[in-house]
C-alpha cells in the first residue's frame, strides 16, 4: 500500500456532511421508484444485481454507524489518502455482509430512511475529530466522511449504468470531494511532477517521476471529466477502452496512465 505522508488537501466538515447527505438522498428518492423487475436487474459489479448494490449502499454509510459503536482508537495512525489502497484487501467479507444486508431488508426504501435518519443523529452527536477504528486504521469522523462520497458517488454511477433512464444526479459536493481524492491518491501511487492530470473543474495534480515542469504548458497532460476519471480509478472502465472512445486526452510521453489505473478495484 502507497503511503501518504500527509493529507494533499482539506475538506470543509460541513460541506462534506451537506453532500453526504444529499447523495444519499438521491440514490434513496431513485431506490423509491424502482419496480421488482429493476432490482432483479444485474450490474456491472459481478453477481450483484440492483438490489445487491443498494444494499451495499447502505452498508458502506453505515460504516459509519458501526465505527461509531467501536470505542475511540487512543491515536490517529492512518491518513485519508490511505484509504483508497485497502479497499480491495476486503471484499470477499464486504460481498458476504451484503448479500446479508439484502436479505434482511426487503423494503430497501425503508431501509435508507432509517440510514438516513440514524446517519443524522450521529452526525449530530459525534464531533468530526472524534477517532474511529476503520478497514485503513484510526481516522477522524470527518476524514472517514470523504470517503463515503466515494462510496456514494461511485456507486450512484453504478445504479445508473444498471438501470436504464434512471438518472440519479450527483452532488456537486460529493463528485468534487470524490474526485479529488481519488486524483491525490494517483499522485501519491505515482509521485513526481512529470505529468499534470487535469480533472475540471474539480482537480488538478501533478504526477509520474521524470523532468518537473516549472511554467508554460507541461510536456504531458491528461484531461478527463469528472465521471470517467472516478470510472478510470475504480476500474470500471481501462485507460484503453477511454483513449478508443475519446473520453481521455492525453499527450506526452509519460502522459500514458494505463499501468497506474485502477486505483481501487
Known amino acids: 500500500m502507497p503511503t501518504a505522508r500527509k493529507r494533499a488537501r482539506t475538506y470543509d466538515p460541513v460541506k462534506i456532511r451537506k453532500a ?6 438521491h440514490v434513496r428518492a431513485a431506490v423509491r421508484t424502482l419496480t421488482p423487475e429493476q432490482l ?4 456491472r459489479l459481478g453477481e450483484w444485481t440492483v438490489r445487491e448494490l443498494v444494499a451495499h449502499i447502505g452498508m458502506a454509510v453505515t460504516a459509519v454507524h458501526r465505527s ?6 487512543p491515536r490517529q ?4 489518502l490511505d484509504w483508497p489502497f485497502v479497499t480491495s484487501a476486503s471484499s470477499a467479507a464486504i ?5 446479508g444486508v439484502a436479505e434482511r431488508h426487503p423494503d430497501l426504501d425503508a431501509h435508507l430512511g432509517d440510514v438516513e435518519r440514524t446517519l443524522t443523529e450521529l452526525l449530530d452527536t459525534h464531533p468530526g475529530s472524534r477517532l474511529l477504528e476503520t478497514n485503513v486504521g484510526a481516522l477522524p469522523l470527518a476524514d472517514y466522511l470523504v470517503t463515503r462520497t466515494v462510496e456514494l458517488v461511485v456507486h450512484t454511477d453504478d ?3 444498471a438501470v436504464p433512464g434512471l438518472d440519479i444526479p450527483y452532488d456537486r459536493q460529493a463528485l468534487a470531494a470524490c474526485t479529488r481524492l481519488l486524483a491525490d491518491a ?3 501511487k505515482a509521485p513526481g511532477g512529470s505529468t499534470e492530470v487535469r480533472v475540471p473543474p474539480y482537480a488538478v495534480v501533478q504526477c509520474v517521476e521524470g523532468p518537473r515542469h516549472t511554467r508554460g ?10 465521471l470517467t476519471w472516478l470510472r478510470l480509478a475504480t476500474g470500471r472502465l481501462t485507460w484503453q477502452e477511454a483513449i478508443a472512445e475519446a473520453k481521455v486526452s492525453a499527450s506526452g510521453e509519460r502522459a500514458d496512465l494505463g499501468g497506474l489505473l485502477p486505483l481501487m478495484a
Open 77 to 80: 495512525d492512518a491518513t485519508l
Open 186 to 188: 494517483l499522485a501519491v
Open 217 to 226: 504548458t507541461p510536456p504531458n497532460v491528461v484531461e478527463t471529466d469528472p
Open 20 to 25: 453526504v447527505e444529499a447523495q444519499l438522498g
Open 159 to 161: 445504479l445508473n449504468a
Open 40 to 43: 432483479a436487474l444485474p450490474t
Open 68 to 73: 461509531l459503536e467501536r470505542p475511540a482508537p
Open 95 to 99: 460481498d458476504d455482509f451484503t448479500r
